[in-house]
């Protein structure tokens, strides 16, 4: 079992950063794969961004050259610093972890900007 606990969320303005933290615990030496997912409201979850354990990454288009991630293995934690927001960006961000026999997703944050 792995458990994935999100922080950083919160309202921003257009144009502002804002910074997501996922820590996993519990069987993490099984975790390939992390990633943040995220869901507006009438809207369908999708992937924004995701990274390997090796540190290859993988981005949605609407969110390249705006937003990074980054993982750290030795902390168990994976990050999404989001720069230049928009509020299309507004929604639930969702950590995501993939073992071999499991998908896990985090409780969500919500990250919220203004206008």
């Known amino acids: 079992q792995v458990q994935l606990v999100e922080s950083g969320g919160g309202l921003v303005r257009a144009g502002g950063s804002l910074r997501l933290s996922c820590a996993a615990s519990?069987?993490?030496?099984?975790?390939?794969?992390m990633g943040w997912y995220r869901q507006a409201p009438g809207k369908q979850r999708e992937l924004v961004a995701d990274?390997?354990?090796?540190?290859?990454?993988n981005y949605a288009n609407s969110v390249k050259d705006r937003f990074t991630i980054s993982r750290d293995n030795a902390q168990n934690t994976v990050y999404l610093q989001m720069n230049s927001l928009k509020p299309e960006d507004t929604a639930v961000y969702y950590c995501?972890?993939?073992?071999?026999?499991?998908?896990?997703w985090g409780q969500g944050t919500q990250v919220t900007v203004s206008s």
């Open positions: 990274i390997t354990r090796g540190g290859s990454t």
């Open positions: 519990g069987s993490v030496s099984s975790i390939g794969r």
């Open positions: 995501s972890a993939l073992t071999i026999i499991m998908f896990y």
